[in-house]
């Protein structure tokens, strides 16, 4: 079975892929993304899903806040998550200003079920029909087991691809959470290590490694943050609209890196950089669900341990 990286595997705009391998559990493998054979067409603009009662959502109103750390104080999250080495942080530098607009974000992930609603509204998203040069093979691979949809229909859909996450938002005339969107929703109103507040990772507050589950579990069983939301550290890493690159320094008001592409037809299907991920998963360590924590994936990058949710 594939386990989720308890370690950091982050990269930086300097090269393709620099890989920091930091043990935080024991137990812990590193995943490959194994590429299929590209097919020439591309898919047609999804089609709504008509889901009757899409995931409800949640207000978020503007606000400003601070987002990454200073150098300085990396030595600081060295010490309260036990790690070593200071590159882990290297990616939360530097800290900086962000304006947000009021925006609406889904009060828990998209679940296979809602899913399952788009692929039948949309064949070409469907696993028999998915545009190959789209993902890397594993795309709702989960869904052999016909078991997926008695016991984990309620559970967030995973091994879906950046494109597809996109896909089922514009379905639904919604769009991914930007990353600085996702952080301050996460931090619920308050300046905490956790979405749940400074309180040590624990079982009781999300599923992660220490759970012992190493799946995915219900969406929305944990305790929610101060705004409502749910799932917002462990169960799956989330797919975000932002292309990984660092921090800037100066301030910045409703940020999306990479620009705001995704509102215009297919144009979203030619991006081809990595794609930001945030909330660490069902096998992650404490440091993943820091609520400053990023890390990225291929945008082709369907894998089992992540999934996605909407705003608005």
């Known amino acids: 079975m594939a386990i989720d990286k308890i370690f950091a595997l982050r990269n930086s705009s300097a090269r393709a892929v620099i890989a920091a391998l930091i043990l935080i559990s024991a137990n812990c493998v590193s995943q490959t993304a194994a590429r299929s054979a590209a097919k020439s067409e591309s898919p047609k603009a999804a089609k709504p899903a008509h889901v009757s009662v899409p995931a409800p959502m949640v207000r978020i109103h503007a606000g400003i806040f601070s987002m990454g750390i200073d150098a300085d104080q990396i030595a600081h999250f060295q010490k309260i998550f036990g790690i070593d080495s200071p590159e882990l942080f290297r990616d939360e530098v530097p800290k900086h200003k962000v304006f947000i607009d009021d925006y609406y974000i889904d009060q828990f992930p998209v679940t296979n079920e809602q899913f399952k609603k788009f692929t039948d509204a949309n064949p070409d998203w469907q696993a028999n029909h998915i545009n190959r040069a789209l993902d890397n093979g594993n795309y709702l691979k989960h869904w052999n087991d016909p078991a997926t949809f008695t016991t984990k229909a309620d559970h967030p859909v995973v091994n879906v691809n950046w494109y597809a996450a996109e896909a089922y938002c514009h379905s639904v005339r919604k769009r991914l959470p930007t990353e600085a969107e996702w952080e301050f929703a996460a931090r619920g109103g308050r300046n905490t290590l956790f979405p749940w507040g400074d309180q040590p990772v624990d079982p009781k507050y999300a599923n992660y490694a220490g759970s012992n589950l190493h799946t995915t579990t219900r969406a929305g069983v944990y305790p929610a ?59 992650g360590g404490p440091v993943n669900f820091w609520v400053e924590y990023r890390d990225s994936h291929p945008p082709n990058g369907s894998q089992e341990f992540v999934g996605f949710r909407c705003a608005m």
Do not use: H
Not at 243 to 255: M, T, V
């Open 225 to 283: 943050n101060g705004f409502r939301l749910l799932d917002m550290a462990g169960n799956v890493w989330e797919f975000l609209a932002d292309e990984w690159k660092q921090y800037p320094s100066e301030p910045q008001k409703n940020p999306v890196v990479g620009g705001d592409r995704f509102r215009n037809g297919n144009s979203f299907l030619q991006v081809k950089t990595r794609r930001v991920l945030r909330g660490g998963s069902y096998d």
